[in-house]
């Protein structure tokens, strides 16, 4: 059984470029919620979904950086026109299907290293 | 050896010692708590989690405490090896809001053998 995959593990673009981050998650999880994690400091969330449905986005960027969970495929986040402070870790994680009654655990892929030159 | 609140990112103890790592939380709503190992080059790993109707759990060398009243967590681990040496991270969470995680900054733990 998979984890949660994350592709690529590096990512390099220059100013102005886009740059597209996949994740497929564990086999039988709906839930994915992309991370980023900034050199010595804790992951910051940034949006949360299920598929083909944005949950909570508030930890986005207003503009330049979308996501998106398709009916089939990976999770994919979209970042337009990337400048030099969007250089970071992104790490997806997913979860089972929701139940208020226990917390499911996430499980976090590898991440992806994004560097923008 | 013990990590003193989020201004002391680093502990350094020696094999086979217990390691005590803090964590301040913000949210005095949060109900409910993980701490993560993060290795180099890896996303992070469960190890244990509590929630808020609970001051004390045990895992496997591992023991994590809850203080409500000072919203101060903390993370002991009994007979510490190399491989323990990672960033460990607490999060909070709200359960009623979902899966979203609120992470502290990470205390880099280095055992030295």
């Known amino acids: 059984n998979a984890g949660v995959m994350q592709n690529p593990r590096h990512l390099v673009r220059r100013r102005g470029q886009e740059a597209r981050l996949r994740c497929s998650p564990m086999k039988g999880h709906s839930h994915v919620y992309w991370y980023r994690q900034l050199p010595e400091e804790g992951l910051k969330f940034m949006v949360y979904?299920?598929?083909?449905?944005?949950?909570?986005e508030s930890g986005m960027p207003k503009e330049r950086f979308s996501a998106e969970f398709p009916k089939e495929g990976p999770s994919i986040l979209r970042i337009q026109q990337v400048v030099r402070g969007d250089s970071a870790a992104y790490f997806c994680?997913?979860?089972?299907?929701?139940?208020?009654?226990?917390?499911?655990?996430?499980?976090f892929g590898s991440g992806t290293q994004l560097s923008v030159l | 050896g013990e990590s003193v609140g989020l201004h002391l990112p680093t502990l350094s103890v020696q094999e086979g010692d217990n390691s005590i790592i803090n964590c301040a939380y913000s949210?005095?709503?949060?109900?409910?708590f993980i701490w993560y190992k993060q290795e180099s080059g890896k996303g992070p790993q469960f190890i244990i989690d509590i929630r808020s109707n609970m001051d004390k759990r045990q895992g496997q060398r591992v023991t994590v405490l809850l203080n409500k009243t000072v919203k101060h967590l903390s993370l002991q681990i009994a007979a510490t090896q190399p491989g323990d040496s990672a960033v460990y991270f607490c999060?909070?969470?709200?359960?009623?809001?979902?899966?979203?995680?609120?992470f502290g900054e990470g205390t880099q733990l280095t055992v030295n053998p």
């Open positions: 999060a909070e969470n709200i359960e009623t809001s979902g899966s979203r995680l609120t």
């Open positions: 979904l299920q598929k083909e449905n944005i949950i909570d």
């Open positions: 994680a997913s979860s089972p299907p929701q139940s208020y009654a226990t917390n499911e655990k996430l499980f």
């Open positions: 949210n005095s709503a949060s109900d409910y």
